[in-house]
Structures are given as structure tokens and as C-alpha cells.
């Protein structure tokens, strides 16, 4: 009797409200096994569990559990939390702040909201066609970082995604240059991109002698396509 008064004693608390609500929130039952050893983990002192460790404890495999840690970084359910410790060495961690908090809105306002997120284009989904693979749960809190902290229009990040897609310069700190120095210059519209870009061109298309401008009007055609597209 011993080893079962030690097994109900070893138990771990979790919100009930989760196993009735997840479908509402867009998960399935992948997806909460995944958030129930995140929460796991955390109560015995590990607060960034990896794939591999979390899929030790599972029936699917280390790329399943990181497709579902993308899905719920996504969805904002899940963040990666990044603080200094006392030897000046960064330390990451999940919360599943986002995820609680969703627990306890209102069903009406929880409506609304949903339904104006799906009016804004999947990011998400446009980066992972882009670079041509999933993204990692630290690029997806990246992107996230633009729309929440940084208060980025989402149609001016994919403007900027397609400028560094079209320079060839593919990278997540390239993009955050853009994003960053067009925040510097007061660009908050895709409209205001495409001038701020037309005015560049100019710019570059003056200097220099005939053939240099016909070459850089040639290839900033290329570059500048985007910004003619509807948004």
C-alpha cells in the first residue's frame, strides 16, 4: 500500500478547464499532451524542455512535438521568455501564460478576436513557403515579437519579408534590420514603403554614369515589383 499512497500523493495539478475547452481553442489531443509535459517539466525545475526530452515521454516523435511547439507558439498559447542570470548567461524558458490566459476570457470577446485574426494573413505560413521549411519556435516568437511588442502591421512585415526574399538575403536579423529602420523613419503603411523605396531608387538611378543607372534601374525594377502589388 506504501507505493500507492506515494502514487496519489506525487500528483500534479492542471487546469480542468483545458481538457474541456481545447477543441474551442484549436488543439488536439497531441497538442495537450505536449502542453501537460511543458507544464511537467517546469514543476521539477527544467522550464525549457526540448523536443527529444519531451518526446521521451510520448507516442509520436521529436518532429512531431516541434511541429506542435510551432502551432502553439503560433497561436500564442506558448512564448519563449529570455532573462540573465547572475553570470551574465541568457536563459530561455516556455510559458504558457498565453495559454491560461485564453483559458479565461470571455467566450464572446475570445469570438471577436478570432474572428479578426483570421482577416490578417498567415505570416506564419507565408515565412515557412519563403525560406522553404518549418520555422523554429524561436524565429516564430520573433515574428511574434514584431506583431505584439513591436507593433508591426503584419501586411508591412510580409513587405518586408519580400524585400529580403527578393535581395537574396534571406535571414530573420535582415528582415528585423528593415522592420527596424523603417520604424526609425516613421513607415507604418506598405504605402509609405513603396515611397520611401521609389525615393531610393531615384536616388541611386541619379548617381553615377548612364550605364550604371540603366543597370540599377534594371535590376531596382526587379526589386521594387512588390511594392507596385495590391496589399
Known amino acids: 500500500m506504501n507505493w500507492i499512497n506515494t502514487l496519489l500523493k506525487d500528483q500534479m495539478s492542471f487546469p480542468k478547464r483545458l481538457l474541456t475547452m481545447y477543441m474551442d ?25 526540448t523536443p527529444s526530452e519531451l518526446s521521451q515521454f510520448l507516442s509520436f516523435s521529436e518532429q512531431d512535438c516541434s511541429q506542435v511547439l510551432r502551432k502553439l507558439i503560433q497561436k500564442s498559447y506558448l512564448t519563449i521568455e529570455q532573462s ?24 464572446e470577446e ?35 515579437i514584431w506583431i505584439d511588442e513591436d507593433q508591426q502591421e503584419p501586411a508591412l512585415i510580409k513587405a518586408a519579408l519580400r524585400e529580403a526574399v527578393l535581395m537574396g538575403k534571406l535571414n530573420f536579423k535582415y528582415i528585423d534590420r528593415i522592420l527596424r529602420e ?15 523605396s521609389k525615393s531610393f531608387r531615384n536616388q541611386q538611378g541619379s548617381s553615377g554614369n548612364q550605364e550604371t543607372y540603366q543597370k540599377r534601374n534594371r535590376d531596382s525594377s526587379i526589386y521594387y515589383n512588390w511594392l507596385e502589388e495590391d496589399e
Open 84 to 107: 540573465t542570470g547572475s553570470d551574465q548567461v541568457i536563459n530561455e524558458s516556455y510559458s504558457l501564460f498565453g495559454l491560461w490566459e485564453k483559458l479565461t476570457e470571455d467566450p
Open 182 to 196: 523603417w520604424k526609425k523613419k516613421g513607415i507604418r503603411t506598405v504605402q509609405q514603403a513603396r515611397e520611401a
Open 25 to 49: 481553442l484549436g488543439l488536439n489531443e497531441r497538442d495537450v499532451m505536449v502542453i501537460m509535459q511543458i507544464h511537467r517539466y517546469q514543476q521539477e525545475g527544467n522550464d525549457f524542455p
Open 110 to 144: 475570445s469570438y471577436e478576436t478570432n474572428n479578426q485574426s483570421d482577416d490578417q494573413p498567415n505570416l506564419f505560413v507565408l515565412f515557412e513557403q519563403e525560406f522553404g521549411r518549418p520555422l523554429s519556435p524561436f524565429e516564430i516568437e520573433t515574428v511574434n
